[in-house]
């Protein structure tokens, strides 16, 4: 279980405080931003009407993602779709990072889960006032009836802790298993089996999970 218990940080002094990063967290997630920049210039290098198997599946997680926003939005233009869809190839490349040996999915560590979770509260809030106005996104919070306002709060804040524990719990729980499957059998054929099921079966599902919640919110808050 070491590999869960030992934590490699990097620690400064700022105005008098001390500032701990965790270095495999972000190096992970600057590895994998890096992953999506270059599959992106590659894939929109040379578009062609014959595309490139690059081009091909760029296309697809667009067109897929595209309807999804559309039909949950009910917009005329695409302002949400970058976020959508870009919050879904991050997570899925987050996700499934971990198959690849020495490296650390970013999902594990509770900061990266928590800090999406808190961005995608941030948007759709600022959104529900954006497009409700002020009066008419406060309103909301006394629905059905007045004294409902403390619920109505909680369940918001609730949204936040559900969304986040729940990635952080299923990646941190496909890792645990697969490290104490690992000392169980010294590493033969079930560790790989099992890192390839919960990286790529379980990844994309919490991925795709964690997108589409986050769609939902942002929709809840504008209509």
């Not at 030992?6 to 620690?11: D, E, G, K, Y």
């Not at 290098?45 to 039909?71: C, G, W, Y």
């Not at 961005?119 to 959104?127: D, K, N, Q, R």
């Not at 697969?178 to 099992?194: G, T």
Request: charged share 10%.
């Amino acid at each position: 279980m070491e590999e869960l218990t030992t934590i490699s940080q990097w620690t400064f002094m700022f105005g008098g405080y001390q500032v701990v990063f965790n270095s495999a967290t972000l190096i992970n997630t600057w590895m994998i931003m890096a992953v999506l920049i270059i599959f992106g210039l590659l894939a929109t290098r040379q578009t062609k009407l014959v595309p490139n198997p690059l081009q091909s599946m760029a296309e697809i997680i667009i067109t897929v993602f595209d309807d999804l926003v559309r039909d949950a939005l009910e917009l005329d233009d695409r302002r949400y779709f970058p976020l959508i869809c870009g919050l879904f190839m991050f997570l899925l490349l987050s996700n499934i990072w971990g198959i690849i040996p020495t490296f650390q999915e970013p999902t594990r560590d509770l900061n990266t889960p928590l800090g999406l979770g808190i961005l995608g509260f941030v948007i759709a809030h600022y959104s529900g006032i954006k497009f409700k106005g002020f009066k008419g996104y406060l309103n909301e919070y006394f629905q059905p009836i007045f004294f409902m306002l403390p619920l109505n709060i909680i369940s918001e804040l609730a949204k936040v802790v559900s969304i986040s524990f729940r990635l952080f719990g299923n990646i941190m729980g496909g890792s645990i298993i697969i490290i104490v499957v690992s000392h169980l059998v010294y590493s033969l054929v079930l560790p790989p089996f099992l890192s390839v099921f919960f990286g790529l079966f379980v990844g994309t599902i919490q991925a795709f999970v964690f997108t589409m919640l986050t769609l939902v919110y942002i929709s809840v808050q504008i209509r």
